[in-house]
């Protein structure tokens, strides 16, 4: 288009997060060096976010800047489930607060899930962490509903939450939800559900000709779909393995 | 404020400068004033078809770069008076469109013409995104094929995103389906999708649907759009297009085989 020379968009990364149990600098520091030494070339110039909702007080933030610099990542901000008032601080000291997409801890599951969510730029990653992604749990999903077609070459994506189409999905259009998806029209495009591994979860339409189906990673191509296409179905998991069922 | 309608299609070759030709002329024959602007850069036809390409001495490019003014550049159709042409030029490509410019010239036709017709390149890139950017209306132009039905969903999604309405969250562009290259024969013999099934899949209004004819060929190496040749089929199936533009409701023709002409054809008639 007319302004082709840049363009702004929003991307999701995978970072790493250093999570801090101490305001300690030294204490810190002797981590740090125990850690970079089992792998210096891994941790050269890796971007690196700084977890502080573990501390009990605050952190001297230029200190570990100046400290997480000094090992060789790229800092890139702080990131956490504090008090808005330390967020205001930090960016006050000319920090960036990132806000991160999944939130896994129990502490942050109540009163910010609305904010942080929508402001996802960064993933936690596992890679420099012992901890695990969790499993993801019985969830009571929220539904997100798309009124209208989506059109080939559109993708919807509703990231922990159910999605429900009215309307249909084109041929070379894909459907994403962590939840189930519901499309009340034609389903001929992709749709997956349980996207994060949500074994339970389920696609229904009223009109399978699908290109793609998975659930939980399990898949269908629509050569697959023989037995019920054209009518309308619901798909789901029964030990692993793909089901689908007439809806009426 | 002048009606924009942009004639698209995602897919080349479906007949898009031929539509936009014919309903472009089929409005000023209407007595509306309308402008026809070719927006296919560096790949100009829309003139040929006009049959105005010995008359193109500015084009489009020269009025955004300020090296023509508008009344420099339009060219005026010699059968009917309501009707001006802005040329493309074919010496440059896409890039030399921008959003702004693009934006001021159709609002100063817009202060004296009824209707504005972009004629849209193939594709979904720059070229493609600058003809429905300010669009009002939207004729999406497929053939009953696969591939085309597809490409068409694509840009309904363009038209649905990308254009000024969607970012500005006002109204969203008006969609019409025009099918085009239609032939009742081949969709009996189940070789062609039929209306019903482009329909089913694109879920957007129809507008026309217009039959394979020889007259179009003949029209576009003529000069003369097919809509004056009112003894074709194809003719009258624009003209058909044109009435429901302006509000009329009018039935659909030629979507069943025509027994008649079976018959006639064995008589060489």
Do not use: W
């Given at each position: 288009m007319a302004d082709a020379s840049i363009e702004f968009k929003g991307s999701s990364f995978t970072l790493s997060v250093l999570h801090l149990r101490t305001s300690k600098i030294a204490d810190i520091r002797a981590d740090l060096i125990k850690k970079v030494a089992q792998a210096p070339d891994f941790f050269y110039l890796v971007p690196l976010v700084v977890n502080i909702e573990q501390l009990a007080c605050t952190v001297d933030y230029q200190a570990v800047k100046r400290l997480i610099e000094e090992f060789n990542f790229t800092f890139v901000g702080f990131t956490g489930s504090v008090e808005n008032e330390q967020r205001k601080l930090i960016r006050e000291l000319g920090f960036s607060f990132v806000n991160t997409a999944k939130i896994n801890t129990a502490k942050a599951s109540?009163?910010?899930?609305?904010?942080?969510?929508?402001?996802?730029?960064?993933?936690?990653?596992?890679?420099?962490?012992?901890?695990?992604?969790?499993?993801?749990?019985?969830?009571?999903?929220?539904?997100?509903?798309?009124?209208?077609?989506?059109?080939?070459?559109?993708?919807?994506?509703?990231?922990?939450?159910?999605?429900?189409?009215?309307g249909s999905v084109s041929a070379g259009a894909e459907v994403i939800a962590d939840g189930n998806i519901h499309v009340y029209g034609s389903l001929r495009g992709r749709a997956i559900a349980g996207a994060t591994g949500h074994h339970k979860a389920q696609i229904y339409c009223q009109n399978l000709e699908a290109e793609l189906v998975s659930i939980n990673g399990n898949y269908w191509l629509s050569e697959s779909m023989e037995q019920h296409w054209g009518v309308p179905v619901y798909i789901h998991l029964t030990d692993s393995e793909l089901t689908s069922s007439k809806l009426i | 404020m002048a009606r924009i309608i942009v004639v698209t299609s995602g897919k080349g070759g479906v007949g898009k400068t031929t539509s936009s030709a014919a309903i472009g002329l089929g409005l000023a024959l209407k007595g509306h004033k309308v402008v026809l602007i070719d927006f296919d850069i560096g790949l100009r036809n829309l003139d040929l078809i006009m049959g105005c390409e010995r008359r193109v001495v500015y084009d489009f490019v020269n009025v955004i770069n300020g090296e023509a003014t508008l009344n420099q550049a339009l060219i005026k159709d010699k059968r009917v008076s309501s009707l001006s042409i802005l040329p493309a030029s074919q010496t440059r490509d896409k890039d030399a469109l921008n959003k702004e410019n693009v934006g001021k010239v159709l609002a100063e036709l817009g202060?004296?013409?009824?209707?504005?017709?972009?004629?849209?390149?193939?594709?979904?890139?720059?070229?493609?995104?600058?003809?429905?950017?300010?669009?009002?209306?939207?004729?999406?132009?497929?053939?009953?094929?696969?591939?085309?039905?597809?490409?068409?969903?694509?840009?309904?999604?363009?038209?649905?995103?990308?254009?000024?309405?969607?970012?500005?969250?006002?109204?969203?562009?008006?969609?019409?389906?025009?099918?085009?290259?239609?032939?009742?024969?081949?969709?009996?013999?189940?070789?062609?999708?039929?209306?019903?099934?482009?329909?089913?899949?694109?879920?957007?209004?129809?507008?026309g649907v217009i039959p394979e004819s020889q007259a179009v060929l003949k029209a576009s190496n003529a000069g003369e759009p097919v809509i004056l040749d009112t003894e074709s089929d194809a003719g009258k199936a624009y003209q058909d297009v044109i009435e429901r533009l302006l509000g009329e409701t009018?039935?659909?023709?030629?979507?069943?085989?025509?027994?008649?002409?079976?018959?006639?054809?064995?008589?060489?008639g």
């Open positions: 109540s009163a910010k899930v609305t904010t942080a969510q929508k402001d996802a730029i960064a993933q936690e990653s596992v890679a420099t962490q012992t901890k695990t992604k969790a499993t993801p749990q019985c969830h009571l999903y929220t539904d997100k509903v798309h009124r209208g077609q989506i059109r080939s070459g559109q993708q919807v994506y509703a990231k922990d939450q159910n999605l429900v189409v009215i | 202060e004296s013409h009824d209707f504005i017709v972009c004629d849209s390149p193939a594709g979904i890139e720059a070229g493609a995104m600058m003809a429905l950017y300010y669009a009002d209306e939207a004729i999406v132009t497929t053939n009953p094929e696969v591939s085309s039905v597809r490409d068409s969903d694509r840009i309904l999604g363009m038209l649905a995103s990308r254009s000024r309405r969607a970012e500005l969250g006002l109204e969203p562009i008006k969609e019409h389906l025009l099918l085009t290259r239609y032939s009742p024969k081949r969709v009996k013999d189940g070789e062609m999708l039929s209306v019903e099934d482009v329909e089913d899949i694109l879920s957007i209004p129809l507008l009018v039935d659909f023709r030629f979507l069943q085989v025509d027994k008649k002409s079976i018959f006639s054809r064995l008589f060489g």
